[in-house]
């Protein structure tokens, strides 16, 4: 019994790192069973999911106009450098 | 077209895969952007050794790769992933228990619409602004072409535990940041 629990049984920086191998690798299925218990606990694991997951989104929207803004401003720094060379 | 000119299509062109190249290679912002321009000022200076029938492209980054090699020769290699413990030690105690300042507080209002709102914008802005530059370039390589995790290893030659090491550690960071400056302010 006291091995099943330890099988079972979760850090909750462990957890975190599990909630992100979910989004973008799946996990295994003891896995699952470890977050999914995990879970069930903590209920700043759960609050971590939700947050991660709205992170997941608006950088998913956000992404495209940030990298744009870094390398326009990148390019004309060189070309601003090059003219003067 | 003289060399001024031609270099100046070359970095409307080729600047983001230069510098997405030299981000996975450097850890730090700063030192991959200071790349790519000496790339570009390397490429000038020598530019009556181009040879036309070769792609630009193909010689930009091979000057590049040498000033990473330069880069590293000073100094050792730092691995993509840190091994160091200090960063986790900040969020969760010995057992990997959620210290009690870092614990994650309710977020009221945690919308798609939020996008809308350029104050927002501004601070998911500033708090991928801190984060070291190899972490949030995967952010980019992941979120802009919403591309496979998979893919994205090949590319920077890491493996998925890396991968989802890196994403781990962006996203404790960047929810810790927003928590600070938007959720919790």
Redesign the interface.
Known sequence: MKRLVNILML????A??LI??E???GLSTLEKLRLRVHLTICD??T??K???R??H???????????T???ES??E???N???N? | MDS?AV??TW??SY??GL?LRACTAVSD?AIA?DL??ET??AA??SFDKFRSESSPQTWLFAILNNKINDHYRSKQKASIVSKDTTF?GY??DE????RESE?????SD?D?H??DNSEF?NT??KC?GNLPGHWDMV??L???D?RD??EICQDLNIS?SN???L??RA??Q??KC?ELHWFNK
């Open positions: 850090s909750c920086q462990k975190t790192e992100e191998k989004q973008y690798f700043f694991c609050r971590y939700q947050q991660s709205f992170l989104d608006v950088l998913g929207h956000h992404s495209h106009d940030h990298a803004n870094v390398n990148l390019k720094k060189i070309i450098q090059i003219e060379l | 001024h270099i100046k970095v409307v600047t983001d510098y912002k952007e790519v321009q570009f000022i000038f200076q986790f969020f969760f057992h990997g228990h959620w614990c994650p507080k309710e977020w945690a798609l939020l996008l914008k998911l802005q991928r952010l980019q992941k979120y802009i919403q995790g998979k998925p991968f989802w090491q994403m781990h996203k404790l960047l929810r927003l």
